[in-house]
Structures are given as structure tokens and as C-alpha cells.
């Protein structure tokens, strides 16, 4: 019978072993987003920041566990096909309006061939105007429990490797990645059982969402403002 302490110490290690690999392929992720001259005009480009991490080994480790708890099985020989979120790209802009944009480009690099989706791109949102907005661009939604939000984009090299190496870009604005980021501090690698805490996840979220909401209308009644003053 095998130990299944020494096979995730196995699987652990080939992933230190082989973090080069995945490397390259979120540095040729990243130029592409941070050299795309559409996303990234001056003075004002629609990416505003861009985030980059390998998955924490230890993270990985208790990842694994919990795999194995749903009776999932995780080895060298499907590691990066079983887990998909060993590379995370975080897009962040400004307000919700440059959200079709990144989108758009994305699909349109996926369409040249480089890269293929693993699975559809999933929005994360509660917000029902948000979710029209989605819907036009033919995104299939989820709400989570908690009030997340986020839209996910999980890609891999368009390639023949039966263990291929993925990649998740996350898109958000930077409201909604301030809420990200104090639910990541509660809520990961475990979620948190404070109710409270969790309410007032909640109540944020909704704070986040008109933080957004307000950002789009200052910037569309910018716009306005500058279409007026050309006639």
C-alpha cells in the first residue's frame, strides 16, 4: 500500500523541481499583457497593475490533502493537469467599463492559436447589473457564497502535452481586489466559521460594488464632458 504522506512529498518536490517551467510560461503571460499596446496606451492604459505568484508549496501540499479527501489523486503524471492555479495572473483596472476590452483581446489571442482555454472563461458576481454585462459577452456567471467577485480565465499552451502546465488570469478592478484581498487574509487556505466576519464580508462587497458603479460614471461623465468640448 502506498504512504500517502511520501507520495504528496513526491508530488511536492517534482513541483519545486520543476517551478522553471511554469515560470516561463507565466513570464510569456505576463509580456503579453504588459507589452499589448491596446491595454497599455499612455497616458491613461486600461491595465493598471498586474500581480504574479506560483502557488506556495505548502499551500499545495494541503491543496493535495483535500484532494484526496474527495478521493482525487494527485501524481507527478497529472499534477499540473489536476491542479490548474499553480500560476495566477491578477489583471487589475481602474472601473468596470475597461472590462470588454481586456476581454476582447484576451479571446482574440486565444483565437490566434497561442493558447486555449481549459475551460470557459467564469465570472464571479452577485451584482445583477454585472451580470448583464457578462451575459452580452457570453460569460458564463456563478455566484459564490461569500460574494466574491472576479472573472476567471483558466489557459494552457495550445500544445499535445497530456500534462500540460495552466495558467490562471484573474481580471477584477481595484475595488474589488481590496475586498480580495481582506477576504484572502480571513478566508485562505481555510475559510474562516466567524458569522460576523462573514457578514461583514458581505456588506463590503456591496460597498466594493458601488465603489465600482461610481467609478464607471465619473469616467463616462469624463468622456461626456470631452465629446462637448470638441464640437
Known amino acids: 500500500m502506498i504512504d500517502q504522506s511520501e507520495n504528496i512529498d513526491s508530488v511536492v518536490n517534482f513541483y519545486n523541481d520543476n517551478q522553471h517551467r511554469l515560470l516561463q510560461f507565466q513570464a510569456s503571460v505576463e509580456a503579453f499583457l504588459v507589452n499589448h499596446p491596446r491595454l497599455n496606451a499612455k497616458p491613461f492604459p486600461i491595465i493598471h497593475s498586474i500581480k504574479t505568484r506560483l502557488k506556495d508549496p505548502n499551500h499545495l501540499r494541503d491543496k493535495i490533502e483535500r ?25 487589475l483596472h481602474l472601473y468596470q467599463d475597461q472590462f470588454p476590452i481586456i476581454h476582447n483581446e484576451i479571446l482574440k489571442y486565444i483565437s490566434e492559436g497561442d493558447w486555449i482555454f481549459v475551460e470557459e472563461p467564469k465570472a464571479m458576481t452577485w451584482d445583477p447589473e454585472s451580470q448583464n454585462m457578462y451575459n452580452k459577452l457570453k460569460i458564463i456567471t456563478e455566484v459564490r457564497p461569500t460574494f466574491y467577485t472576479s472573472v476567471h480565465y483558466l489557459i494552457k499552451p495550445n500544445n499535445n502535452n497530456p500534462n500540460p502546465i495552466c495558467c490562471e488570469i484573474q481580471v477584477r478592478t481595484l475595488f474589488e481586489e481590496i475586498w480580495g484581498e481582506i477576504d484572502h487574509s480571513i478566508n485562505y487556505p481555510h475559510q474562516t466559521d466567524d458569522v460576523a466576519c462573514k457578514e461583514q464580508l458581505r456588506v463590503l462587497s456591496k460597498l466594493v460594488s458601488t465603489g465600482t458603479r461610481l467609478a464607471d460614471s465619473i469616467f463616462r461623465t469624463l468622456n461626456d464632458h470631452n465629446e462637448r468640448k470638441k464640437v
Open 67 to 91: 484532494k484526496q479527501k474527495e478521493d482525487v489523486q494527485i501524481t507527478k503524471d497529472n499534477l499540473f493537469r489536476e491542479i490548474t492555479d499553480l500560476i495566477g495572473l491578477r489583471v
